[in-house]
């Protein structure tokens, strides 16, 4: 009997040894692999010993953290690329989830908003922007796309935002991109400033012409002097819309992409001395006093030599007209270093501040009732400046009011 109970006794033994080894020990290595992936811990080893089926199991896990570690590189490499495509777009753009919290965005839109943009950040603490608010909860709420204009930092901004929906079609999130169209408002402005100051320039002339010529057609009784005077009438505006037209036929050609110069070793000397003689005769009739001062021997400049005899006689005609009877211009050529700088000044009326930085502006003018009684077009100075940026060089008015006007011409020698 006692044999009995020791044989039953190491029978149970072994079962319980043959249950651990066979069942315990496996399963605690499986959990042991389990704790360690969920730690994110690359396991040593994922076979289990003992036991077939968990051997089996280890071998699935092994199998299952591959394909994870692969989805993972992917998701990382995926990502890298989608910044790096957000980082390469010059338009500010953002991702927001559905609790309208930053996802993602680009550099530029954090320049725009001029401060970092960490993901997870409410939208309404990295903008106050009504309209970029308003916009963003439009596009939530009709799930459609939603373009607006918005003004951020004094820029006018194209914004659309756009639903990102999942496979049930509820919106999950948004896009949001900036395109600045500042430039083409501005650009669009000044094409209808064009048009208008255009039409204005021609009207005067074309009205006045109308009414002369159905004078001379109405009526039969005027004299010979009267019918002279209105031909010289006619004669003077036509003069002056000839002079509009070619005008804006030479900013045409100079604005144009096909628009070249004809370069060659220019002495400004030689140039300038030239172009005092040809003014002298109409310098002597308004009792003014042309001075011409220059360097010793200034270095040949690459130039086309008709363009800049243009630019100096449309800014001494402007000179001439201004100055009062009397009064001096004077003209001065300099070297300074690498550069050579022209520059006109006269002693007449001046130009105010607020008019100061327009005068370049096509059809500008400062004094607009004395330039048209003197016939200017309003293009003289808008063409000396394409012609000076032709030529890669700088120009730029100085002027006090009472004290008269300077312009400076600054062009770079080549080496």
């Known amino acids: 009997m006692v044999w009995l109970l020791a044989i039953a006794g190491l029978i149970a033994i072994a079962l319980v040894i043959y249950l651990v080894w066979q069942w315990v020990l496996p399963w605690r290595e499986l959990e042991a692999l389990v704790a360690q992936i969920s730690r994110g811990v690359q396991p040593r080893t994922f076979l289990v010993s003992n036991n077939y089926r968990a051997w089996r199991i280890g071998v699935a896990l092994e199998d299952l953290l591959k394909r994870q570690q692969q989805l993972d590189d992917r998701l990382t490499k995926d990502t890298a690329e989608i910044?790096?495509?957000?980082?390469?777009?010059?338009?500010?753009?953002?991702?927001?989830?559905?609790?309208?919290?930053?996802?993602?965005?680009?550099?530029?839109?954090?320049?725009?908003?001029?401060?970092?943009?960490?993901?997870?950040?409410?939208?309404?603490?990295?903008?106050?922007?009504?309209?970029?608010?308003?916009?963003?909860?439009?596009c939530f709420a009709s799930s459609e796309p939603v373009n607006t204009e918005v003004t951020l930092l004094d820029?006018?901004?194209?914004?659309?935002?756009?639903?990102?929906?999942?496979?049930?079609?509820?919106?999950?999130?948004?896009?949001?991109?900036?395109?600045?169209?500042?430039?083409?408002?501005?650009?669009?402005?000044?094409?209808?400033?064009?048009?208008?100051?255009?039409?204005?320039?021609?009207?005067?002339?074309?009205?006045?012409?109308?009414?002369?010529?159905?004078?001379?057609?109405?009526?039969?009784?005027?004299?010979?002097?009267?019918?002279?005077?209105i031909l010289a009438t006619v004669r003077r505006h036509s003069d002056r819309l000839t002079r509009i037209?070619?005008?804006?036929?030479?900013?045409?050609?100079?604005?144009?992409?096909?628009?070249?110069?004809?370069?060659?070793?220019?002495?400004?000397?030689?140039?300038l001395k030239r172009i005092v003689r040809d003014w002298s005769k109409r310098i002597a009739n308004r009792n003014l006093h042309l001075d011409l001062r220059t360097d010793g021997d200034l270095p040949l400049l690459q130039a086309d030599e008709f363009r800049i005899e243009q630019v100096m006689n449309n800014l001494l005609d402007n000179a001439v007209n201004y100055s009062p009877d009397g009064g001096e211009i004077l003209i001065s050529a300099n070297g300074h270093n690498d550069k050579i700088e022209l520059t006109i000044s006269d002693h007449g009326p001046g130009i105010s501040p607020e008019d100061l930085p327009r005068i370049f502006e096509r059809f500008?003018?400062?004094?607009?009732?004395?330039?048209?009684?003197?016939?200017?077009?309003?293009?003289?100075?808008?063409?000396?400046?394409?012609?000076?940026?032709?030529?890669?060089?700088?120009?730029?008015?100085?002027?006090?009011?009472?004290?008269?006007?300077?312009?400076?011409?600054?062009?770079?020698?080549?080496?």
């Open 245 to 271: 037209v070619e005008d804006l036929l030479t900013l045409t050609r100079l604005e144009s992409k096909a628009a070249s110069l004809q370069l060659a070793p220019l002495d400004v000397v030689s140039l």
């Open 364 to 415: 500008y003018r400062a004094d607009k009732a004395r330039s048209r009684a003197l016939g200017s077009t309003g293009l003289g100075l808008s063409i000396v400046k394409h012609i000076v940026h032709l030529h890669g060089g700088e120009v730029w008015a100085e002027s006090e009011l009472g004290k008269g006007t300077r312009i400076r011409l600054q062009f770079r020698l080549q080496g």
């Open 155 to 229: 820029k006018t901004y194209e914004l659309t935002a756009t639903p990102i929906s999942d496979d049930l079609k509820q919106v999950t999130g948004a896009t949001a991109i900036f395109h600045d169209v500042s430039r083409l408002k501005q650009t669009d402005q000044i094409r209808r400033d064009f048009v208008a100051n255009v039409s204005h320039e021609l009207r005067t002339p074309l009205s006045i012409f109308r009414g002369n010529i159905e004078t001379l057609l109405e009526d039969q009784q005027l004299s010979t002097t009267e019918r002279q005077q």
């Open 83 to 138: 910044r790096a495509v957000f980082g390469a777009l010059a338009h500010p753009l953002l991702v927001l989830d559905s609790a309208r919290r930053l996802r993602l965005c680009n550099s530029a839109f954090e320049q725009l908003i001029s401060q970092p943009a960490p993901a997870g950040t409410p939208l309404l603490d990295l903008t106050r922007e009504a309209a970029l608010i308003e916009t963003i909860d439009a």
